[in-house]
Each structure stands twice: as structure tokens, then as C-alpha cells.
């Protein structure tokens, strides 16, 4: 049975425990262009542990990419910290693989060179990166792509063309904004089992942003509910529904990930009609 609790107290390791990502009162407030402020994110303290899976779902606008954008290194805290491996974050860094809603493959580049791109500007030799790339085309399925240019190819195919090129570099944390979005449902399905595929052997520490929230429990080995913005964590849920953690398709149809489904969507509600009040 899985187990539903309720969000860990901020320092959710033991005193000098170093996590792989750690978020410290951090909050975000944007200057728009007329001078306003909006406030996106409330204060948060997170800690994510190297490793796990975890899907942030929430009201649209709540402040989801913000707080990814944050960890990627694209925006600065307004207060509070940003900490990876205990450093803080203060730009992009290869180190942080972030994949998009919608693939940003160049279009004069091949599929090979697009995700042999990242090891080529690092210096990695030809014979190697292309061996990288080849392994990588081949675990998302693009090996016999490997030679057209994006635009040969389908929105599913280019998003895994994209994935491929984040794994090539290595990254030790994966960040991912919508991934699957724009695609149709069933190359989401998927893209799902490809990506839960691609966890198991790796372990890579993922970061997922996502609308749906089957797909949030299906994937995460653990949930964030955000409230309306500025947004803050306002649930917290642990997510085993396997032994090893990853996704198999049956598990759509198991009490346990049905319970957990109904828990996130009625946080997600009453997160929405706090925004309206
Ligand atoms: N560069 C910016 N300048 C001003 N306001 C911004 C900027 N980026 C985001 N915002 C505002 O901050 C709030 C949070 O935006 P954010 O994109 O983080 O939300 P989100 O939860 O990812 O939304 P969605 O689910 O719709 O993608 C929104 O009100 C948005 O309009």
C-alpha cells in the first residue's frame, strides 16, 4: 500500500546531511516591464535527495518553471538560496540538463550532431563523442534517424532527440519543464515508459514539471503539490508503487495509484480555489 504523508519538515535530513538539490527560504519576485511586481514563488525550503524522481504539478502560473528556472541557473533568488551538491547555483551549468516543452534541436544540425553537440564544445574527442551520441540515439530509438535533420523529423521523435542530447552531457540532475505537453497522448505514454526506463538504469536525479497528474505519479518516486502563486509547496508525497520505482502500465489501474491520484487532483483543486477566493 503506499504510504500518503504529510510534508517532511524543511530539513528533512539529518543535521549535515548534504543533499543533491537544497531550495533555503528561497522566494522570487519579478519586475515586469511596467514596473509592477509579481510575486512567484512564496518562501520555500526543499530538499531533494540524489536519486529521486520528482514531479511538481500545480495551478497554471503558480510558479513551477520559476522555481526549475531557479535551479537551472537562469534566474537568480530574490531571497534565499539555491544549492546544489551544497554550492549554490549561480548559472546554467552542464551539470543540470534541462529538457523543454518544445524540442530546441538546431535545424541545420543532424540528430547525431545535435546530441553529439555538447560532449564537441566540451572537447571530447570525435571517435568518443560520436560513440556517446550513437548509444544515446539508440536507447531513445533514433538510430536509424540518426542522419536526418530535425525537421525530417515527428514532434515525439525530436523530443527524444532533445532527451538524447541532455543525456550525452552527463548530467548529474535532469530538469524537465512539460516535457511531453505538445505531443499526442499516446507518444506520451510512450515517452513515459522510455523515460521511467531510462531512470532505472541511470539514477540520475530528475526534476519534473508537469500538468498531469497521472503522469506525475506514474513517473515521480515523489509529488509536489504547489498552491496558487506565489506558489509553495503545500503537499509532499512519497510515491511507491513498485519495488524498484519504475513505471509499468498496469499500474494506472491500482487502488493504491488511484488513491494517490484522487489526493494530488483534490490538493490541486483546493490549491485553485484558494487562488479564486
Ligand atoms: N520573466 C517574468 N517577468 C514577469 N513575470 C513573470 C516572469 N516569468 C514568470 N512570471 C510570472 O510569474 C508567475 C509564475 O510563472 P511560472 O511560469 O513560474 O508559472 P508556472 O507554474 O510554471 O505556470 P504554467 O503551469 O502555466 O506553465 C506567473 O504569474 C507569471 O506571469
Redesign the pocket.
Known amino acids: 500500500m503506499t504510504t500518503i504523508s504529510p510534508a517532511p519538515t524543511p530539513a528533512s535530513g539529518a543535521p549535515g546531511t548534504r543533499h543533491k538539490i537544497e531550495f533555503e527560504e528561497v522566494t ?1 519576485t ?4 511596467s514596473g509592477d511586481s ?4 512564496a518562501s520555500t525550503t526543499l530538499s531533494i535527495d540524489e536519486g529521486e524522481f520528482v514531479c511538481i504539478v ?12 531557479m535551479l537551472a541557473g537562469f ?1 537568480q533568488p530574490t531571497t534565499g538560496r539555491v544549492l546544489t551538491d551544497g554550492a549554490p547555483v549561480v548559472a546554467p551549468d552542464r551539470d543540470r540538463g534541462v529538457v523543454f516543452q518544445q524540442a530546441n534541436l538546431y535545424p541545420w544540425l543532424t540528430t547525431r550532431a545535435n546530441v553529439e553537440l555538447g560532449p564537441r564544445l566540451r572537447g571530447v574527442a570525435k571517435a568518443e563523442r560520436r560513440a556517446v551520441a550513437d548509444q544515446y540515439l539508440e536507447m531513445v530509438g533514433l538510430t536509424k534517424f540518426a542522419d536526418r535533420k530535425p525537421y525530417e523529423l515527428s514532434g515525439g521523435m525530436q523530443q527524444r532527440a532533445q532527451i538524447a542530447r541532455v543525456l550525452a552531457n552527463a548530467p548529474d540532475v535532469i530538469l524537465m ?2 516535457p511531453f505537453g505538445a505531443l499526442d497522448a499516446l507518444t506520451r505514454e510512450r515517452m513515459q515508459m522510455e523515460l521511467s526506463q531510462i531512470w532505472r538504469e541511470r539514477r540520475t536525479t530528475v526534476v519534473f ?1 508537469t ?1 498531469d497528474v497521472e503522469e506525475a505519479i506514474f513517473l515521480g518516486t515523489r509529488v509536489l503539490v ?1 498552491t496558487a ?3 509553495r509547496v503545500m503537499l509532499d508525497l512519497p510515491v511507491q508503487l513498485t519495488s524498484d520505482g519504475v513505471a509499468v502500465p498496469e499500474l494506472r489501474s491500482q487502488a493504491n495509484f488511484i488513491e494517490l491520484r484522487d489526493t494530488v487532483t483534490e490538493a490541486i483543486y483546493r490549491a485553485q480555489d484558494g487562488a479564486t477566493r
Open positions: 522570487k519579478y519586475r515586469t516591464d509579481v510575486q512567484a514563488l500545480g495551478p497554471s502560473g503558480c510558479g513551477k518553471s520559476t522555481l526549475m528556472q534566474h519543464d512539460e514539471i500538468h504547489m502563486r506565489p506558489g
